[in-house]
C-alpha cells in the first residue's frame, strides 16, 4: 500500500522559507506514470494546487505561486520536497502532498500538515 | 484558469435519501478530466471519481459521477451514515489544476 507523509516546521517567520518534504514509502517515486504534488487548504480560499513534479524533475507551477515556489525530487531518498519563499499569513494552511496521474486525478494523499506563518 | 462552481454549498439530507451535487466549469474541461473527492474532518481528501464516472479503487458504487463539457454530477444514490462529508470536484486536464470550493452534505 502506497503511503506519503509529510515532515517539516510548523511554524515559519514571515519572509523565511517554508520547506516540506514528502517521503513515499510502499512503492518507487520513479515511475513515468505519475506525478507528485503540493496542495495545501486554507478555510478561506480551500484547496489550492501548488504544483508537481515528474520524476524526471520536470515541474509544473501554480502561475499564482510560480516566483516563489520550487518543487524538487531526490529519487535515492524517495522523496520530494516544496520550498515555498517569502512567505507571509496568507501562506498559513495544511500542505498536503499527494500522487497524480493525468488519468485518475490525485489517488493517494498523505494526512497533512499544518503550517503556521507567524513571528 | 478554470474556475469551478459547485452547488449547493450545503446539502442537507436523512441517511437513505439521494444526494446530487453539482459542478460548472468556466470552460469545457479537457478530455473530461474531472474528479469529485471526499474530505472529513482532519483527513485528507479522498478520491471517489476520476475521468468523470469512473470508480477509484474500492469506492462503493452507491457513489456515480457524470457529465461532460462543463457540467459534471456526483450522486450518492443513497446516503449511509459515513457519507457525511464536504465533497469537492476537481479538474485536471488544464494547467492550473483547480478544485470546486466544495458540498457539505449533512445530517438533516
Known amino acids: 500500500q502506497l503511503q506519503l507523509q509529510e515532515s517539516g516546521p510548523g511554524l515559519v517567520k514571515p519572509s523565511e522559507t517554508l520547506s516540506l518534504t514528502c517521503t513515499v514509502s510502499?512503492?518507487?517515486?520513479?515511475?513515468?506514470?505519475?506525478?507528485w504534488g503540493w496542495i495545501r487548504q486554507t478555510p478561506g480560499k480551500g484547496l489550492e494546487w501548488i504544483g508537481s513534479?515528474?520524476?524526471?524533475?520536470?515541474?509544473y507551477y501554480n502561475p499564482s505561486l510560480k516566483s516563489r515556489v520550487t518543487i524538487s525530487v531526490d529519487t535515492s531518498q524517495n522523496q520530494f520536497s516544496l520550498n515555498l519563499r517569502s512567505v507571509t499569513a496568507a501562506d498559513t494552511a495544511v500542505y498536503y502532498c499527494?500522487?497524480?496521474?493525468?488519468?485518475?486525478?490525485?489517488?493517494?494523499w498523505g494526512q497533512g500538515t499544518l503550517v503556521t506563518v507567524s513571528s | 484558469e478554470i474556475v469551478l462552481t459547485q452547488s449547493p454549498g450545503t446539502l442537507s439530507l436523512s441517511p437513505g435519501e439521494r444526494a446530487t451535487l453539482s459542478c460548472r466549469a468556466s470552460?469545457?474541461?479537457?478530455?473530461?478530466?474531472l474528479a469529485w473527492y471526499q474530505q472529513k474532518p482532519g483527513q485528507a481528501p479522498r478520491l471517489l471519481i476520476y475521468?468523470?464516472?469512473s470508480r477509484a479503487t474500492g469506492i462503493p458504487d452507491r457513489f456515480s459521477g457524470s457529465g461532460s463539457g462543463t457540467d459534471f454530477t456526483l450522486t450518492i444514490s443513497r446516503l449511509e451514515p459515513e457519507d457525511f462529508a464536504v465533497y469537492y470536484c476537481?479538474?485536471?486536464?488544464?494547467?492550473?489544476?483547480?478544485f470546486g470550493g466544495g458540498t457539505k452534505v449533512e445530517i438533516k
Open positions: 499527494a500522487r497524480g496521474s493525468g488519468d485518475l486525478g490525485s489517488d493517494y
Open positions: 510502499g512503492g518507487s517515486i520513479s515511475s513515468s506514470s505519475y506525478y
Open positions: 513534479i515528474y520524476y524526471s524533475g520536470s515541474t
Open positions: 470552460q469545457s474541461v479537457s478530455a473530461g478530466y
Open positions: 475521468g468523470a464516472s
Open positions: 476537481q479538474q485536471y486536464g488544464n494547467s492550473p489544476l483547480t
